[in-house]
């Protein structure tokens, strides 16, 4: 009778766990499957390289690449280390009821649920003006940075916390200095977490669109500087979709492109930590 | 935790230095939220003085050229889109989690994650162009206007769930295999195993997943702009267009000007004391359930 | 008008080599408040300067021209003023009662502070809170794509926009108003009864710079650029 009801539950759990993949895997695939439908005829290498022209409905979106790299790059310069060195912190060096700890871990719960906008206008009013920086792609790298910065902490520190303590022991008996156990045995346990972190921290900044209105800018032309106003990628998409008529098309295939860009990141960051991690690894 | 005041363990000056460097980052990042609300603060002032509190739940409605500032049907729209969108997310983010742990087969396991993953990086913009295209017609035909809260739940679930699927199948990745091991000797069948075993187990990383994702749908503005119509009123049911309060920022900070403008800010603090309530309740519910372990 | 200034401003590099044009976007309003805090050197405005700005100094470049869209698929041709206005206020409901098919009317507003709505207001005489919208929309093209995905959806937006989507296939009809056609033309020679200029602002008296580039702004020199966005270059 046990067997037969357990049976019965596995199969029932088995099917619901196909369905509700499937169905998710079904609905992206239709996001894609749109955006593919509607911008495939545009993509071409020209028009990844390419400067836009006649108001984004003709060229291409090389400056516009440019710009979102080198914003999303100091994004993640920034915010990796603050992060990762926040999340050690909070995850080896403070307990449950620790003031200081809590306070922070508090605050980043609250940050994470920021709106963008709210930020984009922090961001205006503290890099772009109190700091002077004006509407540049520095400005916009620091203002997600602090976006970022709350997801990575939390998944860094949630993988931190997960690796069980027979490690540290481990380490201390052998006479490990607290550095040597952090990067040497903690760091690429919590690997997965960390690399969880940092993609859905870099997805969120290449996804970002309201934060970046006020404080990078609109400008589409060729960065010369950090303190030049550059055009990422979603506001270039954002921009022909909703204010140029006719840049439909465009969008579509601007979309593309960074799903492809995404692609790239997405596999090469896990190759990277993969890397490491069978590198470093101790066998379990 | 390895230390103690009486510490037996060699001091070293390694540790000293990162113990100090690690305060420091930890600070900067903790700053950063008083930061903010000081700006809100700064810029909500002269609402308060002019309007005042209490206006802001009792005016007739939002009619900013009148000097009228109701903000209550825009919070009930931001309640009702981030919960209607997390009670999907939550079951399906963390089915997708376990399907990519233990169900899936290595070869679809993979490009299935990767597939989460990307969507993980897709601007909102083009989630709410695809909403406004394809998901708001669709929702017309069946029931006009279109544009409404069920668009923003659906849309709102379609971008947190892999946030959520994500951070729950980290966690899941890091759970000992000698768990897994013990559970199969005691006899369990998968489901079994993933009922009472392995979820409890990835309790605190199903919490901050399910947490993350809240956030992510209280704090979504663009998406939700494009396609839940705007309208600033209380929804009575699912097909009716709503307002959120980051909608409306989004919509009317480029063009308002002095007290105005300065509402805005206040409806931005009303949702930063919207998070911090319900940051205070998962904390509290977080220290329960710890507690209820070490019981 | 973003999208048009950055147009005329990669030209104005290009015949000016060594000056930069950055173009930063965010609505009529935001232009003044931004040239009158210092932020930037030139405003773009969707509209005639106020009473209350008079202490600025406006140049128009263009005019555009404010017309109500309906679904291509919408047996209405035409409306009166006053349906119009019935409409929006919510007194008719369904298409029927304007000779349209029976189904519900879905109003499409624009958001607070937009100068299209105010102009749209002023021209009605009605004041925002007369009217019952199912929808309200931020952009011009968020307010197309809507009455394309809805065919029984009236809204209303620049003409500059929605006459190039209507020529390259998009399914929207323009409603003639008082009987003149919104049309580039219509708005070109006068005619059209909800037009707007759009003025470039400056605080002071513009010199130097920021005066040449704002004479190139009037010139025939930029009249294609004007053209290709749909709007009526001056005369």
Redesign the interface.
Known sequence: MLTQSKGIQEQCSTWIVWGSAILIALSFLSLLGDLLWHGWAQLSWSFVFSPPQNAGREGGIGPILLSTGLIVGICMAIALPIGLGTAIFLAEYTQGHHRFGRLIRGSLDVLAGVPSIVFGLFGNALFCQALGLGFSILSGGLTLACMVLPIIIRTTEESFRAITFDQRFSAAALGFSRSTTVGCILLPAAMPGLLAGSLLGLGRAMAETAALIFTSGYVDRMPESLLDSGRALSIHIYDLAMNVAGGNPNAYATALVLVGLLLIINFSASWMAEKWTTLNQLPT | MISSSSNILPHFHSDHSLLWGLRFLALIAGSLLLLIVMFLLQESWPAFQHVGLRSFFTDEGWHPSEDLYLLTPMLWGTLWASLGSIMLAAPLGIGSAVFIQYYAPSFLAKPYRRLIELLAGIPSVVFGLWGLVVLVPLIARWQPPGPSLLAGILILFLMILPTITLVVQASLAQIPVSVIHHATALGLSRWSMIRSVILPTAKAGIFTGLFLGVARALGETMAILMVCGNVVQSPSHLFDPIRTLTANIALEVAYALGTHRSTLFVSGLLLMAMIVVFVVMAEGFRHREANAHTK | M???I??IGKRFETLHPGT?V?????????GI?DVVNGLADIGMASRALKPQEHALHGAIIAHDGITLILHQDNPVHDLTNEQIKAIYTGAITNWKTVGGLN??I?VINK????STLELFLQYFSL???QIR??????????G???V???P??IGYVSI??????AR?GVPIRLLPLQHIPATLESVRNGTFPLSRPLTLVSKTLPTGLTETFIEFSRSPAVHDLIL???FAPLP
């Open positions: 973003a999208p048009l950055s147009e930069r950055d173009v930063q976007t965010g609505g009529s309003s935001r408040a189904a519900p879905t958001a607070e502070g937009r004041s925002n809170r919208a199912h929808v309200v929309i931020g952009d011009n093209e968020q197309i794509k809507t394309e995905g809805n029984h959806a500059g926009t929605v006459q190039y989507d390259h290709k966005q749909y």
